[in-house]
């Protein structure tokens, strides 16, 4: 359409690119950006920018895109614009990119300014663990790095910002768009109304302010790929129908499919042949419904498709993979022979791999207000067992769940959270990660009841659900390394992102546990002995803690981890007098027990390493968890005393004098505050 030659200093008239951390294929292990969210103390710019590496060539265009950016280029190349009027660039070389020719920088965000699920999870997964958070999301900052490139500023004078992808909403709800010198944001499909628009703005025409495409394309009209696509993804599903009520728009309308011959196996040529990817993964909101026209899954569809796909990647080797990415629960367990028939290509040769899962909940009555179609053909009152049973099934089939369960949904109660709780512990023998997401507004709950972070922490139940939730990912992800970095193709980067996962892993998680008080089930199959100590039991008194305190004292010279743990209201006690776990912590009298007990399950657990990792097959491995688990404990225990130094001997020698008068202070109705004895 514009076909001019021109110097490419000049500039390309279509400037499309995305923030550095979408951009990046992290060496071919796109599982691993989700280092993306980790914010900026932990990421200079340096390191994040030989971290989030993007392939180009010398003048700038990528050999890899984001999916999303290779449907937009495709789209633009489709209606009539040719190769030197459209560049998909790499945002760390716009300034080739750019010049007096260019009128619209196309930016593809995923997360503009860090407000979505992944960057909500990882404030959490730190403030949890006590490790500092302090800046913006990395790939929020990537994405302002972009959007204030000094190459776009010399030019705005003739060029046209347009910001398009899955956060443009955080831009448009902030009001930051504007702030931002952003002329055109983008909601919704591209295929059938962003071309236009983009003629028009080369047409000189002035187009600013929100534009909202939400008549998605018919399938025929979305054309394939031509730049690969990082993951090597193909879309295999548009649409998904169950009609959950925070989905965006574009994924509410039901399912549509695209055929095999003519598109998917263009894409998967594309990814292969251009991209160089050896691993497939047919994209869709959920896979096993590829080709139904309802609810209800077509198995003969989805297993030709695979078969089809299979034969195409196999004629490029016995090394390549086919791998799809999300299922719901209920269509697991609506058609768990068609589960069987896909792992069986899928996961070949005794292979694993990952598919997402959104639970969401555990609880039927928030199933009912706003996602009852999440069940179908099931009722939500089957929900919690259809996810069960949908874990067991993908799990008997080598596929590791990654599972979300959602934090502050509309109209939850307390009595939502603890179903949850109770759906997490039914799932903990399973081989799933379980990620608790802030519920963020989106879809048609947009603009409502956004979740504050730490409210959510502070609050004892959902505090719980997230610890516990973030234990068994934390405890998934250590045995699942392997799979993480699996795909990446830079052996030595491979190396060294598999130590520094498994160190911040088990570093996180021994936090967690030491803050949950408690002890994952898989611990007491090789910890020798283990005794634990309820705080805050009902009606428990300074001198009660006092005798438990001796009581641990006692037990010094044995072969014992002393686990404190908070009181839980379960059984006859259910509902009552919840623990605050930073209230206990606040206590001198407390905190001094809590500190003692874990002393002495660090000390042991030193001693006891061998018999920890014993049961580990792998002997690298067992090596390395070996030394990071004595690193950990070794850490926590220096931290622990550190801090009981600090509580002083006055109080320590004051506990000892209380605790021998305990038993007659017990019987008698007077208690004696704390600090009056201690004058
Ligand atoms: S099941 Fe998933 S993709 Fe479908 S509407 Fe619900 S949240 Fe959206």
């Given at each position: 359409m514009f076909g001019v030659m021109f110097r490419h200093n000049d500039g390309y008239p279509i400037v499309l690119t995305s923030e550095i951390a979408t951009a990046s294929d992290t060496f071919g292990a796109s599982v691993v950006g989700f280092a993306s969210a980790i914010p900026e103390n932990y990421f200079r710019r340096r390191i994040a920018h030989m971290f989030f590496r993007v392939s180009s060539d010398r003048e700038g265009r990528v050999k890899r895109a984001p999916y999303g950016l290779a449907k937009v280029e495709a789209a633009l190349l489709h209606y009539g614009f040719s190769r030197s009027d459209v560049v998909i660039a790499s945002p760390y070389k716009l300034d080739r990119v750019i010049g007096p020719r260019t009128r619209i920088v196309g930016i593809y965000t995923m997360d503009a300014l860090g407000l979505s699920y992944g960057s909500g999870i990882l404030y959490w997964i730190l403030k949890l663990a006590d490790l500092p958070y302090r800046g913006l999301p990395y790939i929020a900052r990537s994405f302002m790095e972009v959007v204030e490139h000094p190459a776009i500023k010399a030019?705005?004078?003739?060029?046209?910002?347009?910001?398009?992808?899955?956060?443009?909403?955080?831009?448009?709800?902030?009001?930051?768009?504007?702030?931002?010198?952003?002329?055109?944001?983008?909601?919704?499909?591209?295929?059938?109304?962003?071309?236009?628009?983009?003629e028009r703005i080369l047409k000189g025409e002035d187009v600013r302010g929100r534009v909202v495409n939400s008549k998605p394309?018919?399938?025929?009209?979305?054309?394939?790929?031509?730049?690969?696509?990082?993951?090597?993804?193909?879309?295999?599903?548009?649409?998904?129908?169950?009609?959950?009520?925070?989905?965006?728009?574009?994924?509410?309308?039901?399912?549509?499919?695209?055929?095999?011959?003519?598109?998917?196996?263009?894409e998967i040529i594309t990814n292969i042949e251009k991209g160089g990817f050896k691993s497939i993964t047919l994209h869709s909101e959920e896979f096993f419904r590829y080709g139904a026209k309802g609810i209800d899954p077509n198995p003969?569809?989805?297993?030709?498709?695979?078969?089809?796909?299979?034969?195409?990647?196999?004629?490029?080797?016995?090394?390549?993979?086919?791998?799809?990415?999300?299922?719901?629960?209920?269509v697991v367990v609506q058609a768990p022979e068609?589960?069987?028939?896909?792992?069986?290509?899928?996961?070949?040769?005794?292979?694993?791999?990952?598919?997402?899962?959104?639970i969401e909940t555990g609880s039927p009555r928030l199933l009912?207000?706003?996602?009852?179609?999440?069940?179908?053909?099931?009722?939500?009152?089957?929900?919690?067992?259809?996810?069960?049973?949908?874990?067991?099934?993908?799990?008997?089939n080598r596929w590791v769940v990654v599972g979300t369960m959602i934090l502050n949904l509309p109209g939850e109660r307390d009595e939502d959270v603890a179903a949850s709780?109770?759906?997490?512990?039914?799932?903990?023998?399973?081989?799933?990660?379980?990620?608790?997401?802030?519920?963020?507004?989106?879809?048609?709950?947009?603009?409502?009841?956004?979740?504050?972070?730490?409210?959510?922490?502070?609050?004892?139940?959902?505090?719980?659900?997230?610890?516990?939730?973030?234990?068994?990912?934390?405890?998934?992800?250590?045995?699942?390394?392997?799979?993480?970095?699996?795909?990446?193709?830079?052996?030595?980067?491979?190396?060294?992102i598999r130590r520094i996962s498994l160190f911040a892993f088990n570093l996180v998680l021994s936090r967690y546990k030491a803050k949950l008080g408690q002890l994952g089930e898989?611990?007491?199959?090789?910890?020798?002995?283990?005794?634990?100590?309820?705080?805050?039991?009902?009606?428990?008194?300074?001198?009660?803690?006092?005798?438990?305190?001796?009581?641990?004292?006692?037990?010094?010279?044995?072969?014992?981890?002393?686990?404190?743990?908070?009181?839980?209201?379960?059984?006859?006690?259910?509902?009552?007098?919840?623990?605050?776990?930073?209230?206990?912590?606040?206590?001198?009298?407390?905190?001094?027990?809590?500190?003692?007990?874990?002393?002495k399950s660090m000390e042991e657990a030193v001693r006891s390493v061998e018999l920890i990792v014993g049961n580990m097959e792998n002997m690298v491995a067992k090596l390395i968890i070996k030394r990071i688990s004595l690193f950990a404990f070794n850490l926590v225990l220096s931290r622990y005393k550190a801090k009981l130094g600090q509580?002083?001997?006055?109080?320590?020698?004051?506990?000892?004098?209380?605790?021998?008068?305990?038993?007659?202070?017990?019987?008698?109705?007077?208690?004696?505050?704390?600090?009056?004895?201690?004058?």
């Amino acid at each position: 359409m514009f076909g001019v030659m021109f110097r490419h200093n000049d500039g390309y008239p279509i400037v499309l690119t995305s923030e550095i951390a979408t951009a990046s294929d992290t060496f071919g292990a796109s599982v691993v950006g989700f280092a993306s969210a980790i914010p900026e103390n932990y990421f200079r710019r340096r390191i994040a920018h030989m971290f989030f590496r993007v392939s180009s060539d010398r003048e700038g265009r990528v050999k890899r895109a984001p999916y999303g950016l290779a449907k937009v280029e495709a789209a633009l190349l489709h209606y009539g614009f040719s190769r030197s009027d459209v560049v998909i660039a790499s945002p760390y070389k716009l300034d080739r990119v750019i010049g007096p020719r260019t009128r619209i920088v196309g930016i593809y965000t995923m997360d503009a300014l860090g407000l979505s699920y992944g960057s909500g999870i990882l404030y959490w997964i730190l403030k949890l663990a006590d490790l500092p958070y302090r800046g913006l999301p990395y790939i929020a900052r990537s994405f302002m790095e972009v959007v204030e490139h000094p190459a776009i500023k010399a030019h705005k004078d003739h060029i046209k910002v347009v910001v398009g992808g899955p956060a443009t909403w955080q831009l448009v709800d902030t009001g930051a768009w504007q702030k931002l010198g952003v002329d055109v944001v983008y909601e919704g499909s591209f295929e059938n109304y962003g071309p236009v628009l983009f003629e028009r703005i080369l047409k000189g025409e002035d187009v600013r302010g929100r534009v909202v495409n939400s008549k998605p394309p018919s399938m025929e009209e979305v054309p394939t790929i031509v730049t690969p696509s990082i993951g090597g993804i193909v879309e295999v599903t548009r649409g998904c129908g169950r009609g959950c009520a925070f989905c965006t728009p574009t994924l509410n309308g039901m399912i549509s499919s695209f055929p095999f011959e003519g598109h998917i196996d263009k894409e998967i040529i594309t990814n292969i042949e251009k991209g160089g990817f050896k691993s497939i993964t047919l994209h869709s909101e959920e896979f096993f419904r590829y080709g139904a026209k309802g609810i209800d899954p077509n198995p003969d569809k989805v297993k030709e498709l695979v078969v089809k796909a299979y034969k195409l990647i196999k004629r490029y080797g016995e090394d390549y993979r086919l791998h799809t990415d999300f299922t719901t629960a209920a269509v697991v367990v609506q058609a768990p022979e068609l589960v069987k028939f896909v792992g069986e290509y899928m996961n070949e040769g005794g292979d694993w791999s990952f598919i997402e899962m959104g639970i969401e909940t555990g609880s039927p009555r928030l199933l009912n207000m706003l996602m009852a179609g999440k069940a179908k053909p099931f009722t939500p009152r089957q929900y919690p067992d259809i996810v069960e049973q949908a874990v067991g099934i993908l799990n008997d089939n080598r596929w590791v769940v990654v599972g979300t369960m959602i934090l502050n949904l509309p109209g939850e109660r307390d009595e939502d959270v603890a179903a949850s709780l109770e759906l997490l512990d039914r799932l903990r023998k399973y081989r799933i990660l379980t990620f608790p997401l802030p519920f963020i507004p989106m879809g048609a709950l947009r603009k409502r009841d956004f979740t504050v972070l730490d409210k959510m922490i502070e609050d004892p139940l959902r505090r719980e659900l997230i610890l516990k939730a973030l234990i068994k990912s934390m405890e998934e992800a250590v045995r699942s390394v392997e799979l993480i970095v699996g795909n990446m193709e830079n052996i030595v980067a491979k190396l060294i992102i598999r130590r520094i996962s498994l160190f911040a892993f088990n570093l996180v998680l021994s936090r967690y546990k030491a803050k949950l008080g408690q002890l994952g089930e898989h611990s007491a199959e090789f910890i020798r002995k283990l005794a634990s100590a309820a705080l805050n039991l009902p009606g428990e008194r300074d001198e009660d803690v006092a005798a438990s305190l001796e009581l641990l004292d006692r037990l010094r010279k044995y072969r014992i981890l002393t686990f404190p743990l908070p009181f839980i209201p379960m059984g006859a006690l259910r509902r009552r007098d919840f623990t605050v776990l930073d209230k206990m912590i606040e206590d001198p009298l407390r905190r001094e027990f809590i500190l003692k007990a874990l002393i002495k399950s660090m000390e042991e657990a030193v001693r006891s390493v061998e018999l920890i990792v014993g049961n580990m097959e792998n002997m690298v491995a067992k090596l390395i968890i070996k030394r990071i688990s004595l690193f950990a404990f070794n850490l926590v225990l220096s931290r622990y005393k550190a801090k009981l130094g600090q509580l002083g001997e006055q109080s320590a020698e004051f506990i000892r004098k209380l605790a021998s008068a305990a038993w007659d202070i017990s019987k008698s109705p007077v208690r004696i505050p704390i600090d009056e004895a201690n004058q």
